[in-house]
């Protein structure tokens, strides 16, 4: 009896905790959704930018407390255990730091060169708090690289050479970190808790609509009836539903669950599935409009405005696709893998008939941000709405957006966001450390001396930096580590800013598909049952040209549309031909199976179509070379397959 009382009663505790939780998760997305419409203002609540982020710090901190413990179980879950009353403990005082913070921070920010006890306090505890948050959210890693910029912040005076920095005391270290609006309230936080925001609800409406089945759907019609249309609607599945997401994982996890199984059954060998599901994924952080959230960060960097980064990343991005899809169907044919059966595509005006209102949120996304120039949160909102009203009215497959759809929608944006904003927090730190000892610049001039005067070899060293940093952790909390740590060092010695940003950007996404930890190929084995080294070295491969695209377009800004129209759609064309002639050395097949040396001067082809002819000044350019090698070896295995064939 006594067992069964307590059973009910520890029952109850979780129901009003989880009751409790899922509440602050509302608060926490319509705060930010309110902010972003400007709505405080509407009713005359005037903030400091500031005070609006500690509030939000406010609800976050406790939300993540309560609803991750400080050690997961075996199976990896937390929230399902009872939550410990250290827990209540840190949430409770989380509040009350942040509360403070937002009501003081008119008074105390402007006292960070005396650092005040009735300041420090509480700055002490938000900073140990994000830092204990980030751990719970993100893991160890993150947390172990931030932890070591405090450290450095701390004895940074003590480091050798150019590398050392201010000295600074402890009390004013935690304070500035804490109070200033270039460090944990800084421009990380004000994007996240903004545009971010916004964008991730976007995403979880439109899946909560039935979208991403849509656009599975969608990619079935349009590639499926190919040879390897089954890889290929994975390519385009992920394309499409990645640009939106904010997470390489998450896009595996829910295309993947349709794409893999697909793949499979087609003949695709699990280890092969798995991989082209991570690098379609993967690709999607990098496809503009959205491009996980990075391209409103890298606009706010480089101050420049939005649109400018979309048209800057939309050849690299198409180009990553188009050697996807080539090695898909090189790999295809290469195992004999044929279409889908006719009667497994499903009919497109049937798919049209009840989803021919999902592109319109994407088309009035366009038109707000490109022609009437809304800010990117502003012009999510209202494809938000668009795609409200669209499924509310119309549904989709017989099913209409519910108001509890909505709400669940609201709630589930609160808790997707949230290490999103511990890591803005890390990266705030990170910031806030390198800006107030000066130590951001000797490592910048650190690098830079490394390289020397050759930029490849600055290039390589920045590449695996990128690589070496971003593993494991996501496509935000990469790109702000990146854009912090190595991107001013390229930009030192001359480098485009922009193309110094998306270079960090690639391999920083290229650590999700790197072994040893390689996230998107490990999320993808999951699905497949494989092993996951092994899908992360076959994803490598998959992905070959993630890895060479970034050394091209600092060398030929061309392909971030720098230049005449002409010379841009030439340079894109020759790229083109050049991933095919690589892509056909990288699987070893052509029209048949090919042999080494065949791979060899298909590869020395595919090298003469990317390279600048400047890095070899021969009198005869470059592509040209490559077209009539390439060419000709086109030319010799169709003979070799048309005399097969008239053999047989």
């Not at 695709?268 to 690709?283: F, L, M, N």
């Not at 939309?314 to 090189?330: E, N």
């Not at 990128?466 to 494991?472: A, E």
């Not at 003469?608 to 086109?634: C, E, H, Q, R, Y």
Request: glycine share 10%; charged share 10%.
């Amino acid at each position: 009896m006594n067992n069964k009382i307590s059973t009910d009663a520890s029952t109850r505790e979780n129901t009003a905790a989880s009751s409790f939780i899922a509440v602050l998760a509302v608060i926490l997305t319509v705060a930010a959704i309110a902010w972003a419409a400007d709505l405080f203002r509407m009713v005359g609540l005037l903030l400091y930018t500031e005070q609006f982020l500690s509030g939000i710090l406010a609800i976050a901190i406790p939300l993540v407390f309560l609803s991750i413990r400080f050690r997961k179980n075996k199976t990896g879950e937390t929230a399902a255990r009872p939550i410990p009353w250290y827990d209540f403990v840190f949430s409770g005082v989380g509040f009350i730091a942040a509360v403070y913070m937002a009501i003081r921070y008119p008074q105390l920010a402007e006292l960070v060169s005396d650092a005040p006890l009735e300041g420090l306090i509480p700055g002490i505890i938000i900073v140990v708090l994000l830092i204990e948050g980030l751990r719970r959210t993100v893991g160890h890693a993150l947390t172990i690289l931030v932890v070591l910029f405090v450290l450095m912040g701390l004895f940074g005076h003590l480091l050798p050479g150019k590398l050392a920095g201010k000295e600074m005391l402890w009390q004013d270290l935690f304070y500035y970190l804490a109070w200033d609006p270039t460090s944990i309230l800084g421009v990380p936080m004000v994007i996240v808790t903004s545009i971010v925001m916004a964008f991730v609800f976007f995403g979880q409406v439109l899946t909560k609509s039935g979208g991403s089945t849509f656009f599975t759907e969608i990619s079935m019609v349009l590639v499926g009836r190919y040879r390897g249309g089954q890889a290929k609607i994975a390519v385009t599945a992920s394309g499409f539903f990645g640009s939106i997401s904010g997470s390489v994982v998450s896009n595996v996890v829910t295309t993947g669950v349709i794409t893999i199984p697909l793949m499979r059954s087609a003949g695709y060998r699990g280890v092969q599935a798995g991989a082209i599901e991570a690098v379609a994924s993967t690709g999607g952080q990098l496809m503009p409009p959205i491009m996980g959230a990075a391209a409103f960060l890298m606009a706010e960097f480089l101050e420049i405005p939005y649109k400018e980064v979309v048209i800057a990343a939309l050849i690299p991005a198409v180009l990553y696709y188009v050697a996807l899809f080539i090695l898909a169907d090189l790999e295809a044919a290469r195992t004999n893998i044929q279409a889908m059966a006719k009667e497994d595509i499903p009919k497109f005006m049937d798919i049209l008939k009840t989803g021919w209102y999902f592109p319109l949120p994407f088309i009035v996304l366009i038109v707000a941000l490109f022609v009437f120039n809304y800010s990117p949160e502003m012009s999510a909102l209202i494809s938000v709405l668009v795609i409200i009203a669209s499924s509310m009215i119309f549904g989709y497959k017989g099913k209409r957006l519910t108001f509890l759809d909505l709400l669940d929608a609201v709630r589930q944006t609160g808790h997707a966001v949230l290490d999103i904003i511990m890591i803005a927090a890390a990266a705030g730190i990170v910031i806030g450390t390198l800006n107030v000892t000066g130590i951001g610049f000797g490592m910048s001039l650190m690098m830079v001396e490394l390289g020397g005067d050759n930029l490849f070899l600055l290039l390589l060293i920045s590449a695996f930096v990128c690589i070496l940093l971003g593993m494991g952790m996501p496509t935000v909390a990469v790109y702000l580590m990146l854009a912090t740590l190595v991107a001013p060092a390229l930009i030192e010695v001359g480098i485009n800013p922009m193309a110094a940003h998306l270079f960090i950007l690639y391999f920083g996404m290229m650590s999700m598909i790197t072994p040893p930890v390689a996230i998107a190929a490990f999320a993808a084995a999951s699905l497949t049952g494989k092993d996951p080294m092994a899908t992360g070295f076959a994803a490598m491969r998959f992905g070959w040209f993630a890895y060479l695209v970034p050394f091209l377009f600092v060398v030929v800004p061309e392909l971030l549309m720098e230049g005449d129209a002409v010379s841009i759609l030439l340079i894109t064309g020759k790229s083109i031909l050049g991933i095919w002639f690589i892509s056909v050395a990288v699987m070893g097949y052509a029209m048949g199976h090919i042999n080494p040396l065949t791979r060899v001067l298909f590869a020395i082809a595919g090298a003469g179509m990317f390279m600048p002819d400047k890095i070899l000044n021969i009198g005869i350019p470059l592509a040209l070379i490559g077209v009539i090698l390439g060419g000709a070896l086109i030319g010799v295995e169709w003979m070799r397959n048309r005399q097969v064939g008239l053999s047989h």
